[in-house]
């Protein structure tokens, strides 16, 4: 991601991120950025230098429509996604394969001190489309059921199944607080960069069980 030339912008140290499928042209498909800031321009208010911090699918928006007003700028038409989306300088982002990250703090994700790097970092993805859906029909209190499971029934009047590609910001806040409270965190399986060739076959076989997380900042710390 290119710095813009605005200075209130965020700089991370992103050294965790999760591997999702590639598709046939080979682009970059890869969200879910977790680090620490390393610094922090003078206009940002949210974050300080050390701050655990994350990013996910969305890096812009239009701030201007109603959905940017009402924090769902998932949808916004103007939306750019962290990877291989126009950035607003006409730049193509890159996803997270860098040791690196720009972004604004819109779109910058206060990590829970409490929680792994590595194991929270899917949150953003698995976290926030099962929270959004739950919350928007009121279900967003924790259910917690004892064994023996056959006495543990969710009755509801109806059937449904609901899920979203992703929430807004402010939901997503929300939902990693909610993780970081309860010690949620993803099952996933850490990987070094150089077996990312061998990761995307495992994939393409499903012979994966957990979410595969690229460790790379110790990666590039041991080249
Ligand atoms: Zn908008």
Not at 173 to 200: C, R, S, W
């Amino acid at each position: 991601m290119p710095p813009t030339s605005s200075s209130c912008y965020w700089h991370g140290s992103q050294q965790l991120m999760q591997l999702l499928n590639q598709n046939k042209n080979k682009k970059k498909r890869l969200h879910e950025f977790s680090g620490v800031a390393t610094e922090v321009g003078c206009k940002v208010k949210k974050f300080k230098e050390g701050d655990k911090v994350e990013v996910g699918c969305i890096v812009g928006a239009c701030h201007s429509c109603d959905n940017c007003a009402n924090d769902l700028e998932n949808y916004c038409p103007k939306m750019i996604f962290s990877y291989n989306a126009p950035y607003y300088d006409g730049t193509i982002t890159n996803g997270g394969y860098s040791d690196m990250m720009v972004a604004n703090e819109r779109y910058v994700v206060r990590f829970p001190e409490n929680l792994p790097l590595d194991a929270g970092a899917p949150l953003l993805c698995a976290g926030i489309t099962v929270h959004s859906p739950m919350k928007y029909f009121g279900l967003s209190n924790p259910v917690s059921c004892s064994i023996p499971p056959k006495k543990c029934r969710l009755h509801t009047g109806r059937k449904l199944v609901a899920d979203t590609a992703m929430g807004g910001m402010k939901e997503t806040q929300e939902m990693i607080d909610f993780a970081g409270k309860h010690n949620i965190t993803a099952d996933i399986e850490l990987i070094p960069m150089d077996y990312v060739n061998t990761a995307m076959k495992r994939l393409a076989k499903a012979d994966v069980r957990y979410r595969f997380v690229i460790d790379i900042g110790n990666t590039l710390a041991s080249a």
